[in-house]
């Protein structure tokens, strides 16, 4: 089941994220104080017993702009759809708030095509895009994400 995430959930989602950084490295990890103050862009996949087992967050940009991040399913639940309901959810929500350019910045290009982006230069994103570049270990030298973007 997708639903919003919940105070709650912020540890595990805290340990999802920091735990993907440590052996996936495919997404920024993301302090407590950021997800208690962004919890509310935040979903979360729960299993039968009500365990988080994935989280994606939608990040409002700008205008009409919203980013698709921190996602992250645990290996177990991998290959069952689960990163998918969670971008949907995201994505509809993007819609309810009237937004309808939504974007990520990933090295999963193939799973976010599959969904209906479409690669974009990295330089045709508002710069406010590029916040979360700063803290990231990899930048700039070493950065092998593409930016997507889907019209919706």
């Known amino acids: 089941m997708i639903r919003k995430a919940r105070i709650a959930d912020v540890k595990t989602i805290h340990s999802l994220l920091m735990h993907n950084e440590e052996h996936d490295g495919l997404v920024l990890p993301r302090s407590f104080s950021q997800l208690y103050s962004h919890l509310r862009d935040f979903f979360v996949a729960v ?50 708030l009237g ?4 974007y990520t910045l990933t090295e999963q290009s193939g799973f976010f095509a599959h969904l209906g ?17 700063l803290n990231c270990p990899r930048f700039p030298d070493h950065c092998n994400e593409v930016a997507m973007v889907m019209e919706l």
């Open 47 to 96: 299993d039968g017993d009500d365990r988080v087992v994935g989280c994606c967050g939608l990040n409002i940009i700008w205008d009409n702009l919203a980013e698709i991040r921190s996602l992250v399913v645990l290996p177990d639940f991998r290959g069952k759809k689960i990163g998918r309901k969670l971008v949907e959810a995201a994505l509809s929500e993007a819609v309810t």
């Open 117 to 133: 982006f479409t690669e974009t230069a990295m330089n045709g994103l508002n710069q406010k895009v590029f916040a979360d570049c």
């Open 99 to 102: 937004i309808y350019s939504v």
